[in-house]
T-cell receptor
């Protein structure tokens, strides 16, 4: 399978705990995005990497959220001191540079439930 | 502010045609995307428009009018598997995607 891979697919945690999600993009894609999506809404941009450089981070993102892409391949998204409002689907997407559309290829997502 | 508007929900009959509209107000324009998202799954790319006019791809077509800030997705010969949410997204002047909330399409036999 050469698509975008995310894990874990589901995570249930108690409020105040830390969680980490991993994303493995399509191997030749150098752009990687993290989005958050709640029911009935479109994806909300969180952050964006070009290779290992984090080029943009949403102003709505609190300092409890951090993302890394240390070697320009896989990426991790960590949420510290989780709150119930963090419950959502966390989507990772990758895209290549130099294509006509620059379309995003999404992973299956990591669903977070904070109790 | 930046805004994407699309209907929340639409219902159509199997075998029929349905048009899902999207209007947008964004800071700059570098293309408009339509994605399909089945419940509990990730969005998948359907179409891309950057110039005015109609792009056809099998049973799906997408239209763009940049002067009107308007696009539609046309689905023909509807099948039950087309029941899904359809997301309109615009790439702005910073090359970031601004997403609509999606239109949930219900197909009835």
């Amino acid at each position: 399978d050469t698509g975008v891979s995310q894990n874990p697919r589901h995570k249930i945690t108690k409020r105040g705990q830390n969680v980490t999600f991993r994303c493995d993009p399509i191997s030749e894609h150098n752009r990687l995005y993290w989005y958050r999506q709640t029911l009935g809404q479109g994806p909300e941009f969180l952050t964006y990497f070009q290779n290992e450089a984090q080029l943009e981070k949403s102003r709505l993102l609190s300092d409890r959220f951090s993302a890394e892409r240390p070697k320009g391949s896989f990426s991790t998204l960590e949420i510290q001191r989780t709150e119930q409002g963090d419950s959502a689907m966390y989507l990772c997407a990758s895209s290549p540079t130099g294509t006509y559309t620059g379309e995003l290829f999404f992973g299956e997502g990591s669903r977070l439930t904070v109790l | 502010g930046q805004n994407i508007d699309q209907p929340t929900e639409m219902t159509a009959t199997e075998g029929a045609i349905v048009q899902i509209n999207c209007t947008y107000q964004t800071s700059g324009f570098n293309g408009l995307f339509w994605y399909q998202q089945h419940a509990g799954e990730a969005p998948t790319f359907l179409s891309y428009n950057v110039l005015d006019g109609l792009e056809e791809k099998g049973r799906f077509s997408s239209f763009l009018s940049r002067s009107k800030g308007y696009s539609y997705l046309l689905l023909k010969e509807l099948q039950m598997k087309d029941s899904a949410s359809y997301l309109c997204a615009v790439r702005d002047s910073n090359y970031q995607l601004i997403w609509g909330a999606g239109t949930k399409l219900i197909i009835k036999p």
